[in-house]
């Protein structure tokens, strides 16, 4: 069934989205099946960062709002509360798609005041879920922001950004890109139960891979690690082996954290899903959205000691912005380091127990 054919719903039926300005349609179709689309008119694409936000960037551009990745500990889904809609089957389902993001953003470059900052993608929802397959707004976004000599950058877990590679490569000739790709677990079942509407960890992994043989920068965001889940050492070592064996260029790593939004619908997975750590997570976590201060040092060490045995330095990088070809000062990495002992990678002696020891 082609999705031209499908029957749009006006704005103000049952299923448009009351709070929101612009919607022509809502479209369903049997290839997105539970899943509504909300197209919209946008007045405007990049978006300010707050000055306190602590963020390497002033600027975002987010094409969707929802995400069919459905992560369950996704920290944007809040976000949707402000649309009238819920943080938990609604972010998951109810996609907001601004149709023409890319020719308001061609007009909002062209501004004399715009001072060409960073513009950050995929850091609320992803640029690369699965509607941008059909919708396409990505490569005239991208084009956009090349062709104004702005630079930018992109966070996804969609293997569907290969399709752009040799866009990209183009436009990293002439402005600075930063590409980083999302993945911090590689356990294919309890990727499905956590992130169930993204590509494989293995298909991501090759997704480093061929951005590198590109001869574009890749990070890697490996967050958030989760409590019990993927903090243990065999998780770890594996994790970032398999990342310096793709050849990412830089790994950000931390602990889960869980706003308001997430917090809900994450413990209610824990709840069905681990009941025998829903004690563990509500000690955990008692203190408010961030895990308690001894774990996060902890977790700190055991990222530095195996970030520094399979190459990586124990800085943190997100997304660095560089030129197509460019290389980092930290060369593609490799396996070997030196880390014998936590203490030369910075860990603690509290590193060389488990979570569950401490926690």
């Known amino acids: 069934m082609r999705w031209e054919?499908?029957?749009?719903?006006?704005?103000?039926?049952?299923?448009?989205?009351?709070?929101?300005?612009?919607?022509?349609?809502?479209?369903?179709?049997?290839?997105?099946?539970?899943?509504?689309?909300?197209?919209?008119?946008?007045?405007?694409?990049?978006?300010?960062?707050?000055?306190?936000?602590?963020?390497?960037?002033?600027?975002?551009?987010?094409?969707?709002?929802?995400?069919?990745h459905a992560c369950v500990y996704c920290f944007a889904r809040k976000t949707h509360t402000y649309l009238d809609l819920d943080a938990g089957m609604d972010f998951d389902s109810q996609l907001v798609v601004k149709t023409n993001v890319a020719e308001v953003l061609r007009r909002?470059?062209?501004?004399?005041?715009?001072?060409?900052?960073?513009?950050a993608m995929g850091t609320n929802t992803d640029p690369y879920q699965r509607a941008e397959g059909r919708y396409q707004l990505m490569p005239d976004i991208i084009r956009a922001l090349a062709a104004s000599g702005t630079p930018f950058s992109i966070l996804t877990k969609g293997t569907l950004l290969?399709?752009?590679?040799?866009?990209?490569?183009?436009?990293?000739?002439?402005?600075?890109?930063?590409?980083?790709?999302?993945?911090?677990?590689?356990?294919?079942?309890?990727?499905?139960?956590?992130?169930?509407?993204?590509?494989?960890?293995?298909?991501?992994?090759?997704?480093?891979?061929?951005?590198?043989?590109?001869?574009?920068?890749?990070?890697?965001?490996?967050?958030?690690?989760?409590?019990?889940?993927?903090?243990?050492?065999?998780?770890?070592?594996a994790l970032f082996g398999a990342l310096a064996g793709a050849g990412a260029t830089g790994v950000t790593a931390g602990a889960l954290h869980l706003r308001p939004g997430a917090r809900e619908w994450y413990l209610s997975f824990i709840n069905r899903e681990y009941p025998q750590l829903a004690g563990k997570y509500a000690q955990l976590y008692s203190g408010g959205s961030y895990?308690?201060?001894?774990?996060?040092?902890?977790?700190?060490?055991?990222?530095?000691?195996?970030?520094?045995?399979?190459?990586?330095?124990?800085?943190?990088?997100?997304?660095?912005?560089?030129?197509?070809?460019?290389?980092?000062?930290?060369?593609?990495?490799?396996?070997?380091?030196?880390?014998?002992?936590?203490?030369?990678s910075g860990a603690s002696a509290a590193g060389k127990l488990s979570a569950d020891t401490l926690f």
């Open 5 to 68: 054919a499908q029957e749009p719903k006006a704005a103000g039926s049952e299923d448009a989205l009351l709070a929101l300005q612009g919607v022509v349609r809502s479209v369903r179709t049997p290839e997105f099946a539970g899943i509504t689309f909300h197209e919209v008119i946008a007045k405007s694409a990049l978006n300010k960062v707050g000055k306190t936000s602590g963020m390497p960037f002033g600027w975002t551009i987010n094409p969707y709002r929802g995400c069919s």
């Open 108 to 119: 909002e470059l062209a501004r004399p005041s715009w001072n060409h900052e960073h513009v």
């Open 162 to 237: 290969a399709r752009d590679i040799p866009l990209l490569k183009s436009a990293g000739q002439d402005t600075e890109i930063g590409m980083g790709i999302s993945l911090a677990l590689l356990d294919p079942d309890l990727a499905h139960r956590v992130e169930p509407g993204t590509p494989t960890p293995k298909a991501r992994l090759e997704l480093v891979s061929r951005l590198r043989d590109a001869g574009l920068p890749c990070s890697v965001m490996a967050m958030p690690i989760l409590p019990w889940l993927t903090d243990g050492d065999e998780s770890l070592d």
């Open 291 to 344: 895990a308690s201060k001894e774990y996060r040092q902890w977790l700190a060490g055991r990222v530095n000691f195996f970030k520094k045995k399979h190459g990586f330095t124990s800085k943190a990088e997100f997304m660095p912005l560089r030129k197509a070809g460019a290389e980092s000062g930290q060369a593609a990495a490799k396996a070997g380091g030196d880390a014998s002992t936590p203490a030369a």
